[in-house]
């Protein structure tokens, strides 16, 4: 049996408008200065708190925070404008591999469970995924904690699985698990850092990625 694991923002899906506008209003909402595009964009995989803690500082109100953006997600997410959008290609990418024989898809993501649910059955997606690790159920990114539940809740060897992302938090997780990486270069790091923090290959496009996926399993 074969387990491949995928990020979810910046990998299967475009999150740039509701991650950039949760950020402009619930920073408002506290009176805290907004953090720019840029620094937001690149902490994109760590758990909410951690990125919160990095972007307001430890002394911000990081629960109260948090309880904000929960209340604000479903909002935001209910309008055209700031729902995730999966990347071109990559929905026909996950049924094709969740109809391949011997293989079996997961997903370990910055989310917590109550905020990635709802948006994997607005995409129909629910039915891909044999396991789902988020960040209520371990340790904030790089931590591989994700990665090995996702093993033991498929029975999954480390030789046999690998591990799909667009960070250099993602790679670095990897590792750590002893996974095999595969980057993509449409999200929120680019190729060279992917690849300096141990991606085994960095697909351009969806086909590449076919092909890294290919290659890695050796089929």
């Known amino acids: 049996m074969k387990l491949i694991i995928f990020d979810f923002d910046g990998t299967l899906v475009d999150s740039r ?7 402009r209003i619930v920073f408002a909402d506290f009176r805290l200065p907004a953090p720019s595009p840029a620094r937001s964009l690149a902490l994109v995989g760590k758990s909410l708190d951690v990125i919160l803690t990095e972007l307001a500082g430890p002394a911000a109100p990081i629960l109260e925070m ?17 729902a995730e959008r999966p ?14 024989a011997d293989t079996v898809l997961g997903l370990a993501t910055g989310h917590r469970s109550d905020t990635v649910s709802p948006a994997l ?30 093993l033991a809740a498929t ?5 046999d699985a690998i591990f799909i992302g667009d960070t250099t938090f993602d ?14 270069s449409w999200g929120y790091h680019q190729a060279e850092p ?12 969806v086909d590449e990625l076919r092909t890294c996926i290919r290659l890695a399993l050796g089929d």
């Not at 990347?87 to 391949?100: A, K, M, N, Y």
């Not at 029975?155 to 030789?159: C, F, I, L, M, R």
């Not at 992917?194 to 496009?205: E, I, P, Y």
Request: hydrophobic fraction near 50%; include cysteine.
């Open 17 to 23: 408008s509701l991650i950039l506008e949760s950020h």
């Open 66 to 82: 948090v309880r904000a953006y929960d209340l604000l997600l479903p909002q935001l997410r209910a309008d055209p404008v700031f």
């Open 87 to 100: 990347f071109d290609g990559v929905s026909d990418l996950l049924h094709e591999l969740s109809h391949t």
């Open 121 to 150: 059955h607005a995409l129909r997606w629910n039915e891909f995924f044999r396991t789902v690790q988020a960040a209520d159920m371990a340790p904030s990114k790089p931590h591989p904690a994700m990665l090995l539940q996702a």
């Open 155 to 159: 029975g999954v060897e480390a030789k």
């Open 171 to 184: 790679m670095h997780m990897a590792e750590a698990a002893q996974l095999r990486s595969i980057g993509v």
């Open 194 to 205: 992917l690849l300096a923090a141990g991606a085994g290959c960095v697909a351009q496009s």
